[in-house]
């Protein structure tokens, strides 16, 4: 395998994927600690002009560093990172959080599988949503899609399997659970995830400057809004008159 | 401005260049041309950037009227191009006058086919790209493929009479069409070790069928299964590249193209060297490929080595002036109908 293992010090390994990335592994777990590495690492990264680096792409515990083989060999790329190591790096979370609050119709037509999951935890349909909404979640990262965020931290008590069968097709706004995480949908797409609510935020609208809402280690929390809530905001949506609450907290 | 005009929009014909470098961290797909050697050359046989937008068509090709003098060039798999009812070569330019319509047929071999024009395309960018992405609904032509009626801005320069036309040099035209089984070259990894030796083996050494799904985003193929190691478990999502062949738990391999989605999770047993992709993207529903594994120093020095043959001087041929005259009777007579005008 085409590894460059590091000292001890740092446990960053490297890998080459292809011709034209290496990705710098990190870990091997998802954790806070792991996100506030990765973030840290990742903003270092993104603020240099390395040569030859077209892109450099975060996930939960790895960052993918794109190069373009005309300009650059791994070698060379390993030689530049590979000064990052040991070296203290400004801690992100040192910086004020993002928190966005996301209203959501839970249940009902926008949310065919809130039941089901209910069910399987032997709880009510309000129970299940008292739980979900009641805390942040973090989003590790974006990604797969325009704006989809990585949310992580479902709280254990509503962990369920995907559906059997896929669903064809979920709309733009859809709010659903699998495994250990929680999502939103900028696109229309089809998903094997559970689907508990809608909301009537666009997380990619195409008419903005800037379409994609989330960023990456953004504390995500979503509230209940009635029937008539969700068509009211809808419209401002719209109009591009709603603005989604933002709050900016120092966190420790 | 002046408009080139879609009669027929063909199969599925976009709008690609380089692709959308630099957003994948908000989710974007990177897109872009499927073969990009294809694209370079077509632009570069019209004096454009290598990386400027062209229309990339699948199988069947585009019927379109040219709105003003101006160079083009059709490259890739061969559809068969008629200029004004009269064939022309494939990796050729040619001069085009206001109301010449070129069409093109369904390719024979090979599946996706560029047509550039000098200048390239007065099409707004997004994020840096004016590439179409169909998925995302972005970029030119509002994220569609062209429309009987589509009309593509064109800035259109000033070409002189006695402009040459060029072509690339015969034995640097890929060959599309294969007898037995395209050798598909590629670099072991990242994650060989979720498999055990038996899989790894198995990928090496079978033939795998590019089966009919296949689209901007990916190529599933058809064969025999690759195992997994079992104590390997699940991979923690993570970013992928244009090129990665993925092994989703039923053991039929995937190869992510130029749309694929930015992240995914499902282990990748190698990656297609950047040199082969082209070969990938004109791979056609049932074609055979097999898998041969070399080094990253020799990927780059593959990619490398075609790069300056393209870029070599003697890589594009000037087409001498009694071939000139062969080529485009029309233009001659029109030119020669000016003067006299002109004269008279």
């Known amino acids: 395998m085409s590894k460059n293992q590091k000292g001890q010090h740092c446990e960053i390994s490297y890998i080459n994927a292809g011709d034209s990335c290496v990705i710098m592994m990190l870990g091997n777990e998802i954790s806070r600690e792991m996100h506030q590495r990765v973030k840290s690492l990742y903003l270092y990264l993104n603020s240099h002009q390395i040569p030859g680096v077209v892109e450099v792409v975060p996930a939960y515990r790895s960052?993918?560093?794109?190069?373009?083989?005309?300009?650059?060999?791994?070698?060379?790329?390993?030689?530049?990172?590979?000064?990052t190591d040991g070296m203290v790096l400004p801690n992100a979370s040192e910086n004020s959080v993002r928190r966005l609050y996301i209203p959501v119709c839970f249940g009902?037509?926008?949310?065919?599988?809130?039941?089901?999951?209910?069910?399987?935890?032997?709880?009510?349909?309000?129970?299940?949503?008292?739980?979900?909404?009641?805390?942040y979640y973090?989003?590790?990262?974006?990604?797969?899609?325009?704006?989809?965020?990585?949310?992580?931290?479902?709280?254990?008590?509503?962990?369920?399997?995907?559906?059997?069968?896929?669903?064809?097709?979920?709309?733009?706004?859809?709010?659903?659970?699998?495994?250990?995480?929680?999502?939103?949908?900028?696109?229309e797409q089809p998903s094997g995830a559970n689907c508990i609510g809608r909301s009537p935020i666009l997380i990619y609208d195409i008419r903005k400057e800037d379409p994609t809402l989330f960023q990456m280690g953004d504390m995500v929390r979503f509230f209940p809004i009635s029937q008539e809530e969700f068509l009211e905001i809808s419209a401002q949506v719209e109009a591009m008159e709603y603005h989604v609450r933002t709050e900016y907290v120092k966190e420790r | 401005m002046y408009n080139i005009i879609v009669h027929d929009p063909g199969l599925q014909s976009t709008i690609q260049d380089f692709g959308r470098w630099g957003y994948q961290s908000k989710g974007y797909s990177v897109g872009g041309a499927m073969d990009q050697f294809a694209l370079k050359t077509a632009n570069i046989l019209v004096g454009n950037d290598p990386g400027e937008a062209c229309i990339e068509m699948t199988l069947k090709g585009v019927e379109v009227t040219f709105p003003c003098r101006t160079v083009i060039a059709v490259t890739g798999a061969d559809m068969q191009p008629i200029l004004n009812g009269k064939p022309i070569e494939m990796w050729a330019s040619y001069l085009v006058k206001p109301g010449d319509v070129l069409s093109l047929g369904i390719a024979s071999v090979?599946?996706?086919?560029?047509?550039?024009?000098?200048?390239?395309?007065?099409?707004?960018?997004?994020?840096?790209?004016?590439?179409?992405?169909?998925?995302?609904?972005?970029?030119?032509?509002?994220?569609?493929?062209?429309?009987?009626?589509?009309?593509?801005?064109?800035?259109?320069?000033?070409?002189?009479?006695?402009?040459?036309?060029?072509?690339?040099?015969?034995?640097?035209?890929?060959?599309?069409?294969?007898?037995?089984?395209?050798?598909?070259?590629?670099?072991?990894?990242?994650?060989?070790?979720?498999?055990?030796?038996?899989g790894i083996q198995t990928f090496y050494e079978s033939e795998y069928i590019v089966g009919n799904d296949i689209n901007r985003v990916g190529y599933r193929l058809e064969g025999s299964p690759i195992e997994h190691k079992k104590e390997a478990g699940q991979m923690?999502?993570?970013?992928?590249?244009?090129?990665?062949i993925q092994v989703p738990g039923g053991g039929?391999?995937?190869?992510?193209?130029?749309?694929?989605?930015?992240?995914?999770?499902?282990?990748?047993?190698?990656?297609?060297?950047?040199?082969?992709?082209?070969?990938?993207?004109?791979?056609?529903?049932?074609?055979?490929?097999?898998?041969?594994?070399?080094?990253?120093?020799?990927?780059?020095?593959?990619?490398?080595?075609?790069?300056?043959?393209?870029?070599?001087?003697?890589?594009?041929?000037?087409?001498?002036?009694?071939?000139?005259?062969?080529?485009?009777?029309?233009?001659?007579?029109?030119?020669?109908i000016q003067l006299y005008d002109e004269f008279f």
Not at chain 1, 63 to 81: D, G, Q, R, T
Not at chain 1, 138 to 147: D, E, Q, R, S, T
Not at chain 2, 176 to 193: L, Q, S, T, W
Not at chain 2, 300 to 329: F, G, Y
Request: hydrophobic content about 35%; charged content about 25%.
């Open chain 1, 63 to 83: 960052i993918s560093v794109y190069y373009n083989p005309f300009e650059a060999s791994p070698n060379k790329i390993f030689e530049w990172l590979q000064q």
């Open chain 1, 108 to 135: 009902g037509e926008f949310g065919p599988d809130l039941q089901r999951v209910a069910e399987y935890h032997n709880l009510s349909e309000k129970e299940v949503v008292d739980i979900f909404q009641a805390q």
């Open chain 1, 138 to 187: 973090l989003n590790y990262f974006v990604g797969f899609m325009p704006g989809k965020p990585y949310l992580g931290g479902l709280p254990e008590i509503l962990e369920t399997p995907r559906l059997d069968v896929p669903r064809f097709k979920l709309p733009s706004g859809t709010v659903v659970i699998y495994s250990k995480q929680a999502a939103i949908f900028g696109i």
């Open chain 2, 110 to 198: 090979g599946l996706r086919t560029y047509l550039s024009v000098k200048g390239g395309f007065a099409l707004k960018s997004f994020l840096g790209s004016k590439s179409t992405s169909l998925q995302e609904k972005t970029g030119s032509n509002e994220g569609k493929t062209l429309q009987k009626g589509s009309s593509i801005p064109v800035s259109c320069s000033n070409i002189s009479d006695d402009y040459v036309p060029k072509k690339l040099k015969a034995d640097l035209i890929p060959a599309y069409y294969y007898e037995n089984c395209k050798e598909i070259r590629v670099i072991e990894g990242p994650f060989e070790d979720y498999f055990t030796q038996k």
């Open chain 2, 236 to 244: 923690i999502s993570l970013s992928m590249t244009t090129g990665s």
């Open chain 2, 252 to 336: 039929l391999p995937i190869i992510l193209c130029v749309e694929r989605r930015t992240h995914g999770g499902y282990p990748v047993i190698a990656t297609v060297a950047s040199v082969d992709m082209s070969k990938i993207a004109q791979c056609r529903a049932g074609d055979k490929i097999r898998f041969v594994k070399i080094s990253i120093e020799e990927a780059h020095r593959l990619l490398q080595e075609r790069e300056s043959l393209l870029h070599n001087e003697s890589a594009m041929k000037t087409v001498d002036l009694v071939e000139v005259l062969m080529r485009l009777p029309d233009m001659v007579e029109d030119y020669y």
